[in-house]
């Protein structure tokens, strides 16, 4: 019990602004300006989330996350496990300088390409759009990449070798024999990629001019500039912003747990 001392102090570390939140978004003003402050709500009420719906355009910022964030997580399943058994179970001359090519750029902060990566899509006429936040991902993620390589490093290369004594292309064998098998560690990274997109600020607010096309983050941030700080619609609103990254983690624990601590031992 002791042991778990510190682990659970620092859980109560990182939950405990969720809770003060979650509560926040349920109090009356009264009750979040009261001195001394509480942590409960003495009057429960729904109309901060009542009120954040009607300032808050929240059904178009959600669908327009929705799209950015399915279309990055399509992107990651598809390219990553693709570069990541190019890596590791194709032999070719560039699999070693693949593998030192994305280990350096995970090295490298994204503030460094910040810049020039603006001007190149900015170059493209893709500022404004959709496509700096999508097209990435569709391009592999290094960390993402890495995650699956480690993971299949465990995979027998005596099932591909007899897949492809069989007569299966390159192609077949890893769809059909590499991909089930790798299942928990790309679960993992569609979880990963779901909660990075879900909750990225930064780049929408780079890239999105319009805000018609604003995601949740930005949104969110909008109203918190309009309406002067209204604490209890804003923690409402956050509450609605926050639940479906927590649902997605819920739904995929048991591969992201897997995927990680496989990804771990190699």
Same mark, same amino acid.
């Not at 089930?180 to 990274?189: F, G, Q, S």
């Not at 930064?202 to 109203?223: H, Q």
């Given at each position: ?60 910022? *959600?669908?327009?996350? $929705? /799209?950015?964030?399915? %279309?990055?997580?399509?992107? @990651?399943? =598809?390219?990553?496990? +693709? ?15 693949? *593998?030192?090519?994305? $280990? /350096?750029?995970?090295? %490298?902060?994204?503030?460094? @390409?910040? =810049?020039?990566?603006? +001007? ?147």
């Amino acid at each position: 019990m002791l042991r778990s001392l510190p682990v659970i102090g620092l859980a109560a570390v990182f939950v405990f602004p969720f809770v003060v939140m979650l509560f926040t978004a349920f109090k009356t003003p009264e009750d979040i300006f009261s001195a001394p402050p509480t942590l409960l709500p003495e009057s429960w009420t729904l109309e901060n989330f009542a009120r954040a719906f009607e300032d808050i355009p929240v059904w178009l910022y *959600l669908g327009n996350t $929705l /799209l950015v964030t399915v %279309l990055s997580v399509i992107g @990651t399943i =598809i390219s990553c496990p +693709l570069v990541a058994y190019a890596s590791v179970k194709i032999r070719w001359a560039g699999a070693r300088p693949l *593998l030192i090519i994305v $280990l /350096l750029t995970m090295m %490298l902060p994204p503030q460094v @390409t910040l =810049i020039p990566v603006f +001007l190149i899509w900015n170059g493209l006429g893709a500022v404004g759009t959709y496509l700096p936040l999508v097209v990435p991902a569709f391009l592999g993620t290094p960390f993402l990449i890495f995650m699956i390589r480690q993971f299949l490093v465990s995979v027998p290369n005596e099932l591909i070798e007899a897949a492809r004594i069989d007569g299966a292309s390159e192609f077949r064998t890893y769809a059909q024999i590499v991909l089930p098998i790798a299942r928990p560690a790309i679960v993992t990274a569609a979880v990963f990629q779901f909660v990075w997109t879900w909750t990225d600020f930064l780049n929408p607010l780079i890239y999105l001019t319009d805000p018609d096309r604003y995601t949740l983050s930005i949104g969110l941030y909008a109203f918190f500039g309009q309406n002067d700080v209204a604490w209890g619609p804003l923690m409402a609103a956050c509450v609605l912003f926050t639940i479906p990254a927590v649902i997605v983690f819920l739904v995929g624990q048991r591969f992201f747990i897997g995927g990680v601590s496989a990804g771990a031992l190699k």
